[in-house]
């Protein structure tokens, strides 16, 4: 069974440039979250979409958006992109919300530099 | 803001049990405990969850104290590979999401 895979792995923008990076989760799952880690932050929670639609998100300014495929993929873009914004960033997949019992399933995650 | 707290940094020898303890003291009676760790900038791996009563798996066992306002995590005989970031978190097991709140972990060394 496939893990989660994220695209690219890696990835250098200029400031003011936007970016997009993909998400594709463990077949079956149709839940994806994303996070964002940097070395003062910390991990921490963008937003999580379930079916297509958004179902929890994250205290981050609207540059930061995504969307959820019908197959299930997700995509998040962050716009006019800021030095702040270099992380790594992770995309979990599980079966959906209101599962507590099972694990979420998280990517290698995209690594982006903004210079 | 996260819902537990968690030593800073552990070690331990190489082969000897690692003792990695979380409070969680708030925790509802409908959420659970999961452990997560991070070896250095991969993705989250997940290792144990558990409700009320203690679990083991092939990684290591999760053992949940009976008010549940704590749970200690337990390699059994703890290898180099085993030197990660240990994150315990608290999910709700119904209802609306799947977020995860992450604290700042646990950072585990193991020596040789």
């Known amino acids: 069974k496939a893990g989660v895979t994220q695209t690219p792995r890696y990835l250098i923008k200029t400031r003011g440039q936007q970016v997009t990076l993909s998400c594709s989760p463990i077949?079956?799952?149709?839940?994806v979250s994303w996070y964002q880690q940097t070395p003062g932050q910390g991990l921490q929670f963008l937003f999580e979409?379930?079916?297509?639609?958004?179902?929890n998100k994250g205290n981050f300014p609207g540059r930061f958006s995504g969307r959820q495929f019908s197959n299930s993929r997700s995509e998040m873009n962050v716009s006019t992109l800021e030095l702040g914004d270099s992380a790594l960033y992770l995309c979990?997949?599980?079966?959906?919300?209101?599962?507590?019992?099972?694990?979420?399933?998280f990517g290698q995650g995209t690594r982006l530099t903004v210079v | 803001d996260a819902k537990t707290t968690q030593p800073p940094s552990m070690d331990c020898a190489e082969g000897r049990a690692a003792n990695l303890p979380c409070n969680h003291s708030t925790i509802s009676g409908n959420e659970y405990v999961y452990w997560y760790r991070q070896i250095h900038s991969q993705g989250p791996q997940y290792i144990i969850h558990?409700?009320?009563n203690n679990e083991t798996n092939e990684m290591a066992s999760l053992i949940i104290t009976e008010d549940r306002k704590s749970s200690t995590l337990i390699l059994p005989h703890a290898t180099l590979r085993d030197t990660a970031v240990y994150y315990c978190?608290?999910?709700?097991?119904?209802?609306?999401?799947?977020?995860?709140?992450f604290g700042t972990g646990t950072r585990l060394q193991v020596f040789p």
């Open positions: 978190i608290v999910r709700v097991a119904s209802g609306w999401t799947d977020k995860l709140i």
């Open positions: 558990g409700l009320k």
């Open positions: 979990a997949s599980s079966p959906g919300p209101g599962q507590g019992g099972t694990e979420a399933f």
């Open positions: 077949s079956g799952h149709r839940s």
């Open positions: 979409y379930f079916s297509e639609t958004q179902r």
